[in-house]
Every structure is written in C-alpha cells, then in structure tokens.
C-alpha cells in the first residue's frame, strides 16, 4: 500500500492544478476540469520523480486519475508490482 | 545482390545503413518511394521482432531517417516515414489488438500499406477540449464518426487511418477515443492534397467524416481511452520527428563549405574570410549539438525512459537549433541563396515548418515547464 507521503504528494500536486478552487479527496477531477491535458502532463511527471513510480502512457485513463483518491490506488497498485 | 536487397535480418546495421545510403543516392524519381526494400527494412527498425520488426530499435531507426535524408537531400519522404512510424504504427504497437497489428501493423512495416494519424480539426490543434469529431454508437452496436481532420500527413496516400474521435462530453481524458478506419470505409472522404511550401513531398490532406460507421473492434486501445493513445503517439512523435534533420543539416554543411572553398571573392575564397568561417563553425556547432540530442533521446527510447518532457526539450531544441543553422545560409551564399538549386529556401521552409508541426513551440514550452512542477 502506498505510504501517507504518497496521499500528501498527490493533494500537494492537484491542489496546485486547481489553483485554489477547494478540492477533496473525492472530488471528479475530469468532470470539473481541474486536469487538462498539460496539467495532467504535470502531474504525471511529479508522480514519477517524486514517487518513483512508472507511469505508462496506457495508464493515462479516466479511472486511474478521476479523483485524489482514485490516484492513491493507482500509485498503491504501481508500488505494489513494483516491489 | 543489389543495395536494394540486403536486409537488416542478413546483414550487421552498418551495412544495411551502407546500402540504404548507396540506394537513395542513386536512386531516381520514379524509385524514390515507399515500397519494399531498403523502405521496408527502415519502417520496421524500431519495431520489436516479435512483431514482425528487425527490433533495432530507436536508434537505429533515427540515424536511417537521417541518413535518407542526407543523401537525397529530400525531406518529404523521410519525414512521411517518420509520421508513420511514430504516430501510426507506435500506437499500433503499444495499443493495437492481435487483429489490428496482423492486419494493419504488418501492412504498414512492409510497405504494402500507408498509415496516417489523424488528431488536428480546423478548430482544435493542441487545444484538445476544441475536438469535435464525434464518435457515437448506432442501434446496431457500430461506431459513427462524423466530423472532419486537416494536416493529415500521409493521408492522400494512407490506407489506413487512426482518427481521434470524441466519444464523450468534457475533459480529453476520458473523453476521446481512437479508432483504426481503413480508407475505404463508406462515410470517410479523403480530400485533394493541401498545396503547401515546406517539406515538398510529404502529403497533406483533409478528412471528412460523414455517417462513417465503424465496428467495434476497430477502437484502437479502450473506449474512452484515446488520450492514452494520444499520448502516447506525441511522446514519440516529437521526441523522434525531427530525426531527418540531423542528415539534412550535414548535408547543407558539406554543400556550404564546399561553396565556401570554391566561391572565390577579393582575390581569395569566401572559407578564408573570417566572417564566412564564423558562419560555417556556428552551423557545425548546431548540428553536433542536434546530432548528440536526437541521439541521446533515441537512446533514452530504446531504454524505456523517455518521458513527455524529454520528448519536447528535444522538439524545441532541434527545430530551434535548425532555424539558427539556416540563418547562416544567406550570409554565406548571398544572392545564391534565392537561387532553386541552392535548395536554400527550402531547407529554411522546413526550418519554420519545424517549430509547429508535432505542436508548436509554445506548446513545447509548457510541456516543459509542467514537468519542471512551475
């Protein structure tokens, strides 16, 4: 499972693509365009170089990155494969 | 055994790139095409062998497109190759279905099939949320494109089609879906070639979509998930597109210095000079520093690490150092320069077409300051 440091990376990263619009852990990422294609371009650099983990354009899907807490899991699935 | 005959799988790459280069020097108008041999054998460089390619990878396949380019001094076709293989059969690659790589894949990596990707509409270039290209299902359980495409590289002559569809309202992510179209699909117009002055023998066209059904196993990837594919297609794409340059830049240096040493003004050549050598020098720095970053971005593909922002410092840089090498050549061929067999306008043609094509150099930039966390 993933660590908290990975939940506080993620919040840190979508707070930042939501530019100060209030957003929860379930809040639908897609459907309120708080991640366009850049932003989500962001996001997925910060998860690598800050995470560690390996995110495969085929990942790029709505029910990995739909929420915060829809992110976690993914990031949780990728660390779990990873070790 | 001609050049023509030798392929990756009999002989080390050294000598397969020997009879590329022995090939496109001498070979004349007519020959100078997609087809079999030494065209086939580059389409499936960076292929793995287990799907029909010789599985040489991105290197191998750059320093090909390269190498073309540089001997016949044309870029049209090298960078038709290059569209191919990065947005058509990469997404085929990483996304297709054992269906759509037998039929389609092998098509395209023998020469007996052209492919195009077809993302850009008259309204929605980079700005994806302006698709609208639409994909919506009939009772039949069918796919319905309706819309249109322009700048479709390759598509006066593609057989086949992967095509952007928006499949659902909202965000790109979730919202689009790619879709493998044949070209004699009933709804799919191909329009006439689009008249344009850069990279003279690269194709362009429009594309109407009217009432064009598709089944279901013509989706490319998941539905919903042609982002992914999107994606996946730019990364390579613009990490790899310009890898032509690298060859047609050495060839207008060699060309400039030999004009250089030859052109003789106030009593000496022009390579004595001091501010035509400076000139030279600069466009030598320009492409050792484009040689050595196409290179390392190849390699970094060919290990499995290459990310959106490597892929875009290099589209920025390439097509940046491109056009500073260019600015040099005025000053070294003076009215030369406006003369046709010069090719000098050409080459700066391609130079500006550089910073849009694959995304614009703005688009570049924020790619890269994403990945920088700004």
């Not at chain 2, 003004?265 to 030279?280: C, S, T």
């Not at chain 2, 959106?308 to 061929?333: G, M, W």
Request: aromatic share 6%; net charge negative.
């Amino acid at each position: 499972m993933a660590d908290d440091r990975s939940l506080t990376v993620i919040r840190a990263a979508v707070a930042e693509a939501a530019a100060g619009r209030a957003v929860t852990d379930e809040t639908p990422l897609i459907q309120e365009r708080i991640l366009d294609s850049l932003s989500l371009l962001g996001l997925v650099a910060r998860l690598e170089q800050e995470l560690g983990v390996v995110v495969h354009d085929a990942d790029i899907l709505p029910d990995n990155f739909g929420s915060i807490r829809q992110i976690h899991t993914f990031v949780s699935t990728r660390s779990l494969r990873a070790s | 055994m001609t050049a023509a005959d030798i392929g990756v799988e009999q002989e080390s790459f050294d000598q397969w790139l020997a009879g590329l280069r022995f090939w496109a020097a001498r070979a004349d108008a007519a020959a100078y095409g997609w087809g079999p041999g030494p065209i086939a054998d580059l389409l499936g460089l960076a292929v793995p062998e287990q799907l029909g390619g010789s599985g040489l990878g991105y290197r191998a396949a750059c320093q090909a497109l390269a190498t073309l380019a540089e001997e016949t001094g044309r870029s049209g076709l090298p960078f038709s190759l290059a569209a191919q293989m990065w947005a058509t059969q990469e997404p085929l690659i990483a996304f297709g279905s054992p269906r759509q790589r037998e039929v389609y894949l092998s098509g395209l990596i023998t020469a007996r099939m052209v492919g195009a990707f077809a993302a850009t509409e008259y309204e929605a270039g980079s700005d994806l949320l302006s698709m609208r290209t639409t994909a919506t299902r009939d009772a039949a359980g069918r796919w319905v494109l309706e819309g249109s495409k322009t700048f479709v590289t390759n598509g006066p002559d593609a057989d086949i089609f992967v095509i952007l569809a928006r499949t659902a309202p909202g965000s790109a992510l979730g919202g689009l879906t790619a879709f493998c179209v044949p070209r004699n699909t009933s709804g799919l117009t191909v329009g006439p070639e689009i008249a344009k002055t850069a990279l003279t023998g690269a194709r362009l066209c429009s594309l109407s979509l009217n009432a064009c059904a598709v089944v279901g196993d013509a989706v490319l990837g998941q539905p919903g998930g042609g982002f992914a594919v999107l994606m996946h297609a730019m990364r390579v794409e613009r990490a790899l597109i310009l890898a032509p340059v690298a060859g047609l830049m050495s060839r207008a240096l060699q060309r400039a210095v030999e004009y250089a040493r030859t052109r003789r003004q106030f009593g000496r050549p022009l390579a004595e000079q001091d501010a035509i050598r400076a000139h030279l020098v600069r466009m030598r720095l320009s492409l050792t520093s484009v040689g050595e970053t196409l290179s390392a971005t190849a390699a970094d593909a060919d290990a499995g690490r290459l990310d959106h922002t490597r892929s875009s410092l290099t589209k920025l840089h390439v097509s940046t150092e491109f056009n500073t090498f260019c600015q040099h050549l005025p000053d070294i061929y003076g009215g030369y320069a406006v003369l046709a067999e010069s090719g000098v306008t050409d080459l700066i043609a391609d130079a500006v077409a550089s910073r849009f094509y694959s995304g614009t150099t703005d688009m570049q930039m924020k790619i890269i300051a994403e990945g920088m966390g700004l």
